[in-house]
């Protein structure tokens, strides 16, 4: 599942370009076979539910990140499920260490983290992550409204060494 957050307006030509360059980045893992379906979430626009349609994704309308959890959680049926925040990209061998982990069978999942965006982001040791994966479980405790919350509350905590690259 795909987030996209209020802050990426799809409105303007480059909130959409993030976004259609974040599904594109996708292609790889659907040919490979690793992702079988891919799905957006986000606020109610036109803009989102018109890359959905075009892209050919599930389209989930969801305020916040908690919502969109709960959309791949009811929706989709795989024992493995991802959020990655729209405007990121997986970088080279992200999907090969997608399948290495699903076939662990003690894994719980992982967080994939982004790149910095400024200097303060790259010293602190709590960044958000860019991409969580997790095998599907129970219920959250509460609506996460961020990855590393989502993470915490699934008890997922390892942090690949694997990077999103970010998309301008």
Not at 1 to 29: C, E, F, N, Q, S
Not at 56 to 65: K, N, R, S, T, V
Not at 122 to 146: H, I, K, M, N
Request: some cysteine.
């Amino acid at each position: 599942m795909v987030y996209v957050p209020a802050k990426i307006a799809l409105d303007d030509a480059a909130g959409g370009r993030r976004l259609v360059r974040t599904l594109a980045a996708l292609v790889p893992g659907v040919v490979h076979g690793t992702l079988a379906r891919v799905g957006l979430a986000g606020p109610l626009s036109a803009g989102l539910t018109q890359i959905a349609q075009e892209a050919g994704c599930d389209w989930h309308e969801a305020q916040h990140l908690g919502q969109a959890y709960l959309a791949a959680q009811s929706h989709f049926t795989s024992p493995w499920q991802g959020l990655l925040m729209a405007g990121n990209a997986p970088a080279a061998g992200f999907f090969e260490v997608i399948d290495d982990l699903m076939r662990e069978p003690m894994a719980k999942g992982t967080a994939f983290l982004g790149e910095p965006q400024n200097l303060a982001a790259r010293l602190s040791p709590f960044q958000d992550p860019a991409a969580l994966l997790w095998r599907r479980g129970g219920p959250v405790e509460a609506a996460p409204q961020t990855l590393r919350q989502l993470a915490k509350s699934l008890k997922v905590t390892h942090v690949s060494r694997l990077k999103m690259r970010a998309i301008n």
